[in-house]
């Protein structure tokens, strides 16, 4: 069996996310390993930066690649951050995010996810897309997980955050 078979490259800087791609791949017998390419994200909705990361990067490496770019969309903030997730989590923080949604009653949130397929050699390209609904938290939960985790939760703004379930309980219902 070649060994392109069965084998994918995750492209991200984010080692809990490989866990979490591993945990969901690993039954169906592909072996995920991380790629040693930039991420490189261009300006637009999750699937553009998804679909134009994942061909540059299947470019480089000769490889199948995937590439999972993910985003939280409050519905009181319109959306936001939804593309700008990375920047808003680098400069507000689940605090800062927080603090936007003081004294807010609705506090529904869906978490989205666009994944590429590319592989330069067969000039494959295969978009996939997953969301979950769920809240943001009145308070943050245990730090564990990564990103929003702490303050997310599919159960209500009191409900078990993210952070509190194991990878293969997020992995059963999260967006990815
Ligand atoms: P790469 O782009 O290098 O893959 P990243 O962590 O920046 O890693 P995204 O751009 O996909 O990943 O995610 C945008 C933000 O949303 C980022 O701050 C993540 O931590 C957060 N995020 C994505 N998926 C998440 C999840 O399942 N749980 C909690 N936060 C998540």
Redesign the pocket.
């Known amino acids: 069996m070649s060994d392109r078979i069965g084998r994918i490259f ?5 080692s ?2 490989l866990l ?1 791609v591993r945990s969901i791949l690993g039954p169906y017998g592909i072996r995920v390993e991380p790629a040693r390419v930039e ?1 490189v ?1 261009v300006q637009g909705d ?1 699937e553009l ?2 679909r134009v ?1 994942a061909v540059i990067a299947s470019s480089e490496l000769l490889e199948p690649v995937v ?6 969309y409050v519905e009181v903030l319109n959306g936001f ?1 939804g593309p700008y ?6 400069k507000l923080g689940n605090s800062g995010l927080l603090k936007l949604m003081e004294g807010q009653k609705d506090r529904r949130a869906t ?1 989205r ?1 666009a994944v590429t397929y590319a592989d330069a050699l067969s000039r494959e390209i295969k978009a996939f897309a997953g969301e979950v609904e769920g809240f943001i938290r009145l308070r943050p939960g245990k730090e564990n ?5 702490p303050i ?1 939760s599919v159960e209500g703004p009191e409900g078990k955050p ?2 509190e379930l194991s990878v293969e309980e ?1 992995d059963r219902v ?3």
């Open positions: 995750l492209v991200t800087g984010n809990n996310k979490e991420k994200e999750i930066v998804s990361a590439v999972d770019d993910s985003g939280l951050p997730s990375s920047y808003a989590y680098e978490f996810c997980g990564f990103g929003f985790d997310f993210f952070s997020k999260s967006h990815r």
